[in-house]
């Protein structure tokens, strides 16, 4: 079964949206230059909204010590999302479960990069972007070689009319959605992430037959 991860979330509509929809996890932008920033004290009311067994993860670009102690001070059992210039000494240095994020370009060596990073749970495949974060842009899924070992999360422009062909070529272990899922920038829909979960099912059914 593909693991959903709906990210970027400030609503507590969209929250609850995300736990109906059958999210597996669901994502907190601690990047204050982001539209969908939110601080580590909102965060912890949003969470409150979890049920057992759902996942808040937590984004960071290159944070302060302070800045990483302060979200994971607000939330406990955040799993934290590196999504900038990160070292492996800097995510191993939290000692807490993390995903590593990756820009995917032609010559870009995922291999390696999950052997630097082999102590993190996932590897978060993303578009490159100008400055840092996620840019809701399709990257070339067949720049992913078959031999990876890592676990992948394939993120970057998903939305709930190509999930499903994301599925079937990269075979990740979860996907990520934000802007697949927004009716405009940083705002979310209950419909879309519905819809968006639904044709993730409906993809790994196909998968099955």
């Known amino acids: 079964m593909t693991r959903i991860k709906i990210c970027g ?3 507590e509509a969209h929250v609850e ?6 999210a597996d996890a669901v994502g907190f932008v601690f990047y204050a230059k982001s539209a969908r920033f939110v601080t580590p004290q909102r965060a912890r009311v949003l969470a ?6 759902v996942t808040p ?7 302060t010590q302070a800045e990483l102690q302060a979200g994971l001070e607000a939330l406990p059992n955040m ?7 990160e070292t492996p000494a800097d995510c191993d240095r939290i ?4 995903l590593r994020a990756a820009a995917v370009t032609p010559g870009f060596d995922l291999v390696d990069f999950g052997s630097r990073f082999s102590n993190a749970q996932a590897i978060l495949l993303d ?6 974060g996620g840019g809701g842009k399709v990257f070339d899924w067949s720049l992913v070689p078959p031999n990876v070992s890592s676990r992948l999360v ?5 939305s709930a009319a190509n999930v499903a062909d994301g599925i079937a070529r990269v075979r990740p272990w979860a996907v990520d959605v934000s802007s697949g899922v927004e009716v405009s920038k940083g705002i979310k829909s209950a419909d879309l992430i519905h819809q968006f979960c639904r044709a993730v099912r409906r993809a790994d059914a196909e998968l099955t037959r």
Not at 79 to 85: A, E, I, N, P, T
């Open 79 to 85: 799993l934290v999302q590196f999504h900038g210039d």
């Open 127 to 132: 578009a490159p972007v100008e400055g840092y």
């Open 57 to 63: 993860v937590g984004l960071f670009v290159n944070a």
């Open 95 to 98: 000692e807490r479960p993390y």
């Open 154 to 158: 394939l993120s970057g422009g998903l």
């Open 9 to 11: 979330l400030s609503q």
């Open 17 to 22: 949206a995300a736990v109906e929809a059958g």
């Open 48 to 53: 409150r909204l979890l049920p057992p067994f």
